[in-house]
């Protein structure tokens, strides 16, 4: 059974950088699927952040895509995220989930606040 | 950017009656539509995907339709498990975008 699981800080000062990792268990990473980010403030709609390939190719929300960074550690199964430049406006669910173009399985998700 | 809206933002009804679901994309889109569903605290789940193939598992009662800018999401019989927000998106492009969401609430 695929499973996917997000860590990291909950969180992060405005102006910092935001870092998460989201660790597969039950597929390889190298498998042929796409893996996402997804994000959803508080009450508000999911909001696609961006995905990564096995091959390190990825695809970024035009929004987001100047602060963000996506990457892949094959070795460890996982992949990572990193935001820039956060403001309360970053304030989110953050899930990871994987991905055919529709996203199969999801992360149960992690609350970052962007506070001081 | 393909921007998705949905209608309406919010439907009440009653357990058994059969509801729809609307979701209009900006540009066409051919066939390549998710909807998932998604309850309080919890993580979407997908439910139909390439605009009317059930995930396993997802019961029968739902189903989905269109193709190019106008797509459908029924539920025939609405169970107490149903309500809960639903959120189409659109994976023709590389930027993937959904909906604003469709909250189903017990009327």
């Known amino acids: 059974q695929v499973q996917l699981q997000e860590s990291g800080p909950g969180l992060v000062h405005p102006s910092g950088t935001l870092s998460l990792t989201c660790a597969v268990s039950g597929d390889s990473i190298s498998s042929s699927q796409w893996w996402t980010w997804v994000r959803q403030p508080p009450g508000k709609a999911l909001e696609w952040i961006g995905e990564i390939y096995h091959s390190g190719t990825t695809n970024y929300n035009p929004s987001l895509k100047s602060r963000l960074t996506i990457s892949i550690d094959k070795s460890k199964n996982q992949f990572s995220l990193r935001l820039s430049s956060v403001t309360a406006a970053d304030t989110a669910l953050y899930y990871c989930?994987?991905?055919?173009?529709?996203?199969?399985?999801w992360g149960q998700g992690t609350l970052v606040t962007v506070s001081s | 950017d393909i921007q998705m809206t949905q209608s309406p933002s919010t439907l009440s009804a009653s357990v058994g009656d059969r509801v729809i679901v609307t979701c209009r994309a900006s540009q066409n889109i051919t066939t390549w539509l998710a909807w998932y569903q998604q309850k309080p605290g919890k993580a979407p789940k997908l439910l139909i995907y390439k605009v009317s193939t059930l995930e396993t598992g997802v019961p029968s009662r739902f189903s989905g339709s269109g193709s190019g800018t106008e797509f459908t999401l029924t539920i025939s019989s609405l169970q107490p498990e149903d309500f809960a927000t639903y959120y189409c998106q659109q994976y023709k492009s590389f930027f993937r975008t959904f909906g604003q969401g469709t909250k189903l609430e017990i009327q």
């Open positions: 989930a994987r991905s055919f173009g529709a996203f199969d399985y």
